[in-house]
């Protein structure tokens, strides 16, 4: 399975846009990276998924890289409501190996 | 529309005791999966089904761990014997057919078992 490389954890600023980074250098052709967040108590919720071109949708941007060794999922408008861990995954048969993700904290 | 649901929310069990945790996927998802989280870990494959057919079962920690979901749609994860490690939250998540890489997994809220 494709591993992925995430900080273990970030701040953003309140209003700014938040660009989360993630290293995938082991994927494969036909493997695409999936984000994912995880609020306390809650199951992890889907944001975004591509393969190798750009995807943009309601909650965020997804830049792959066009050697696709790594991505940048991209918050436009951080609020303090985003403050959650960021999962960026690379789906398999599986489904989806997880790893420690992004503890990301949004300040005021 | 409905999400993927699941039951009890919370369940405390007496080391030894058996657990049933059931999981409602998103109707017309075919593909099912068992996750469980341990407290500070991301969440770690379990088993998957693909319809009623278990196709990989390899996640399960141990023979106590039973999964099924004989038409197709619930499931239930059967945990025999509980003992404190199995202490953790399960995750359902249900997508469309596995094959189809393309297809998000949409999770549940999970089952946080404490077993005391």
């Known amino acids: 399975d494709a591993k992925t490389t995430q900080p273990p954890s970030m701040d953003c600023a309140e209003g700014r846009a938040a660009n989360l980074p993630c290293n995938h250098s082991?994927?494969?052709?036909?493997?695409?990276v999936y984000w994912y967040r995880q609020i306390h108590s809650q199951g992890p919720q889907y944001i975004i998924h591509g393969l190798k071109n750009n995807e943009t949708n309601e909650m965020a941007s997804l830049i792959i890289t066009e050697d696709r060794k790594s991505s940048t999922l991209i918050l436009p408008h951080a609020t303090l409501r985003d403050t959650a861990v960021y999962y960026c995954i690379v789906r398999v048969v599986r489904g989806l190996a997880f790893g420690k993700g992004n503890q990301v904290v949004v300040i005021p | 529309g409905a999400g993927v649901s699941q039951s009890p929310r919370y369940k405390v069990a007496k080391r030894g005791q058996d657990v049933a945790l059931r999981c409602d996927p998103i109707s017309g998802h075919v593909s099912l999966f068992w996750y469980q989280q341990a407290l500070g870990q991301g969440p770690e494959f379990l088993t998957y089904f693909q319809n009623e057919a278990q196709l990989d079962k390899s996640g399960l920690p141990s023979d106590r761990f039973f999964a099924e979901r004989p038409e197709g749609s619930v499931s239930t994860l059967k945990i025999q014997r509980t003992q404190q490690e199995d202490s953790a939250v399960y995750l359902c998540a249900s997508s469309l057919p596995v094959a189809a890489y393309n297809s998000p997994l949409h999770f549940g809220n999970g089952t946080r078992l404490t077993v005391t």
């Open positions: 082991t994927i494969s052709g036909n493997e695409y």
